[in-house]
């Protein structure tokens, strides 16, 4: 395998988590019965451009298809997020109904949508279906397509750029980021701005989010080597910022280099530097994560199998793609958790890949009073929790694995 990005062969495994099936492929009780694909979840550092990257075990078009049950309305810290942005990137690029906004992985239209109150014109360019088609039930105009360099200089032909154009979470996601990038800079006006937000890989390794690799996050990024990628192709990063979103991101915005209407902002090479003060380029920041993925599995199985052994039931919550990395790596089925509660009903009535947990309404907390419920998106632990504070009532313990082994009652006090 060669690096995605500079070419280079790749030799370092940065974390071998075994093999898993596709994060995002629930089954449906029919297919319980049948087969399962399970593929290598394993992750390499190149040593001269540092990108940390999976190879492509299937292929983007299969894992992103009509059926994709990954909805981004369904978390009202996430939808605040995005309103947020709206507002501050109005208000800091004046943005407005002269404006054009493309949103690249548009999802169900959760973004565009607060936009679109603002009477700016939108279009979402989102390959799945079935967010697709939520988004355009909201009255936003979806492409269902995949981005790349020939998608994007076909907007162009058709004479439409982004003043503003954006991309939460779809930077990683791209088995060809060189083309994907080659395609930003087509799709964006000679004046526009780009940002693009991304789970910061330094946030990765230090809080032991293995859970965070699964086959549809292709690359794992620093800002130093997004940016070595984007100046290859005529994008400059003129400002960044650190975000709490999806336990530590990067947004970064962007340019055309030869737009000279922004300044480089003092952040750029500030965080540059913490990247470089905390490892980032040297090989072996990257070479011991292995042992950080196997605490986490060894402590987490001592806690299930403990509990079972005491007849104190064990639920989980969130049929999150990093949770099924996380159940897969661990090897839990359902001798050890019951079911797993999740707020959309695209996954309910479905069941985990590999775990095979059945996937339920939250009426099932209340009626079997589980004495712990682990939660597994745990980047919207709070969110959770106070929508579960009731169990409370019953004694019911809250539970996280990552970085490590928590176990803690809704008023924050530590439960053993």
């Not at 399970?38 to 299937?58: M, T």
């Not at 990063?237 to 209407?261: M, N, Q, Y």
């Not at 775990?355 to 009426?363: A, F």
């Amino acid at each position: 395998m060669n690096c995605r990005s500079c070419k280079n062969p790749l030799t370092h495994v940065f974390v071998d988590l075994g093999k898993s099936p596709p994060s995002n492929s629930y089954l449906s009780a029919g297919q319980l019965n049948e087969p399962e694909s399970f593929y290598p979840l394993r992750v390499y550092v190149c040593e001269k451009c540092f990108l940390v990257q999976i190879d492509e075990h299937k292929k983007a078009e299969e894992i992103f298809d009509q059926s994709y049950a990954y909805f981004s309305s369904f978390s009202t810290t996430w939808l605040a997020h995005a309103k947020n942005y709206v507002d501050m990137m109005c208000e800091r690029f004046g943005f407005d109904e002269k404006s054009q906004v493309i949103e690249i992985a548009s999802n169900d239209g959760y973004l565009l949508q607060y936009f679109k109150q603002k009477n700016i014109k939108v279009l979402g360019v989102e390959p799945t279906l079935s967010t697709a088609t939520a988004a355009r039930e909201k009255g936003i105009e979806t492409l269902t397509e995949f981005f790349g360099s020939e998608f994007a200089a076909g907007l162009k032909t058709r004479g439409l750029q982004a003043d503003l154009l954006l991309g939460n979470n779809v930077l990683a996601h791209v088995p060809d980021i060189n083309d994907f990038v080659v395609g930003l800079g087509a799709a964006l006006k000679p004046d526009g701005v780009l940002t693009m937000e991304f789970p910061h890989v330094m946030q990765l390794v230090e809080n032991n989010q293995f859970d965070t690799i699964y086959h549809e996050h292709f690359s794992y990024l620093s800002l130093h080597t997004t940016r070595g990628i984007f100046a290859a192709r005529g994008l400059e990063i003129f400002d960044v910022e650190e975000l709490p979103t999806h336990g530590g991101s990067l947004r970064i915005l962007a340019k055309h280099a030869e737009d000279g209407s922004k300044e480089v902002s003092a952040r750029v090479e500030e965080l540059l530097n913490k990247e470089l003060e905390h490892g980032l380029l040297d090989l072996n920041y990257y070479l011991d994560f292995q042992k950080k993925a196997d605490k986490v599995r060894d402590d987490l199985l001592l806690f299930l199998r403990a509990q079972k052994e005491m007849e104190k039931p064990v639920a989980a919550y969130g049929a999150a793609a990093k949770g099924n990395t996380l159940l897969n790596y661990c090897g839990v089925k359902n001798d050890l958790i019951e079911f797993v509660v999740d707020a959309s009903p695209h996954k309910q009535g479905f069941f985990m890949p590999g775990s095979r947990l059945p996937i339920v309404d939250e009426s099932f907390i209340r009626r079997e009073k589980p004495a712990y419920v682990l939660i597994l998106p745990w980047n919207i632990k709070d969110e959770i929790m106070e929508q579960l504070s009731y169990i409370d009532e019953w004694g019911g313990v809250f539970v996280t694995a990552i970085p490590s082994l928590s176990v803690t009652r809704y008023n924050g006090a530590f439960a053993g």
